[in-house]
């Protein structure tokens, strides 16, 4: 029985195994085009964009706590970033009840 080949998740896993046991000064290479989060392929635009609206509303709530405890600057700071993720999940609202408009549309005429 021959084992299955190597993806290259398992061969990137196995460089830093093998770093990490081996190399008493890991690499230093820069792994910026690596992505952490990948969408499913089979994710649609639809659940896409209402999946990063809830994202984005809990990404609000989280500064809003974290900005209640600042002062000064840093408060400011925190609430700028939650005003900003506001007008994002604003705009993936908007596209949102667009698509249902449309879909409504395609349903009257056929």
């Known amino acids: 029985m021959t084992p299955p080949p190597f993806n290259?998740?398992?061969?990137?896993?196995?460089?830093r195994a093998l770093d990490y046991y081996l190399n008493p000064t890991p690499s230093t290479v820069s792994h910026t085009d690596d992505q952490l989060f990948i969408a499913r392929q089979d994710l649609s635009a639809e659940a896409a964009t209402e999946h990063a609206s809830s994202m984005l509303r809990c990404a609000a709530a989280s500064a809003y706590e974290s900005a209640d405890n600042l002062k000064g600057n840093s408060r400011d700071m925190a609430f700028s970033v939650m005003h900003m993720i506001n007008m994002a999940r604003a705009l993936l609202d908007r596209s949102l009840a667009e698509q249902a408009r449309r879909q409504e549309l395609q349903s009257r005429e056929g």
Do not use: G, H, P, V
């Open 8 to 15: 290259d998740l398992d061969s990137e896993a196995a460089r």
